[in-house]
């Protein structure tokens, strides 16, 4: 299985910061990984896809990059509906793994 | 609009049965794959499985963890996605989702953009 490694596993920040969320893949998955943000007691909701292509309706102070085993998922001027965890998931090769997570304060 | 409404979560003994239903409406069921993930309480997500679509003949691919036990399938008014579940332990008492796949392209493929909002499964004697 491909392992997902988050990192931090937890981020406070404060209003209009720069947040960055890494998550490192065991092996190359080229462009193939999706974000997403889950608030507490909520579904998960998808953001980003193929690395760094925002779903409709994402605000664009979310931006994603990285390909092979290293990615980055970027909240440029942090609000407060961000608060949340924040997960990433390899679709390369089955099972489709999901970092730990990030919670972001 | 696009809705993913999970139901027939509840409380189940070990060893025992319960078949979880994703019911979807605002789009065409068999143009997606679907896919079912878990949250166990206070964990992150676990991907379980997942039903392709229709160009795909609806074939199913699991996670190693819950193939044998689990199986999903879809109704043939294609409206529904169904995920059985059998000889539950209290390690699947989680909330679970059935998130919608769509498809962006041949060389990017399919990725999760619409989400349920989660059946809660108890598994306790």
């Known amino acids: 299985d491909i392992q997902m490694t988050q990192s931090p596993s937890s981020v406070s920040a404060s209003l209009g910061d720069r947040v960055t969320i890494s998550c490192r893949a065991s092996r190359n998955i080229g462009h193939v990984l999706a974000w997403f943000q889950q608030k507490p007691g909520e579904a998960p909701k998808s953001l980003i896809f193929?690395?760094?292509t925002l779903q409709s309706g994402v605000p664009s102070r979310f931006s994603g990059s990285g390909s092979g085993t290293d990615f980055t998922l970027t909240i440029t001027s942090l609000q407060p509906e961000d608060c949340a965890v924040y997960y990433c998931q390899q679709h390369y090769a089955g099972p489709l793994t999901f970092g730990g997570g990030t919670r972001v304060e | 609009e696009v809705q993913l409404v999970e139901s027939g979560g509840g409380l189940v003994q070990p060893g025992g049965s319960l078949r979880l239903s994703c019911a979807a409406s605002g789009f065409t069921l068999g143009d997606h794959h679907i896919d079912w993930v878990r949250q166990a309480p206070g964990r992150g997500l676990e991907w379980l499985g997942r039903t392709r679509s229709r160009t795909y003949s609806y074939t199913t691919v699991y996670a190693a963890s819950v193939e044998g036990r689990f199986t999903v399938s879809r109704d043939h008014t294609e409206t529904t996605v169904y995920l059985q579940m059998k000889d539950l332990t209290s390690e699947d008492t989680a909330v679970y989702y059935c998130t919608r796949l769509t498809f962006y392209g041949t060389s990017v493929g399919y990725y999760p953009d619409y989400w349920g909002q989660g059946a809660l499964v108890t598994v306790s004697s």
């Open positions: 193929a690395s760094s």
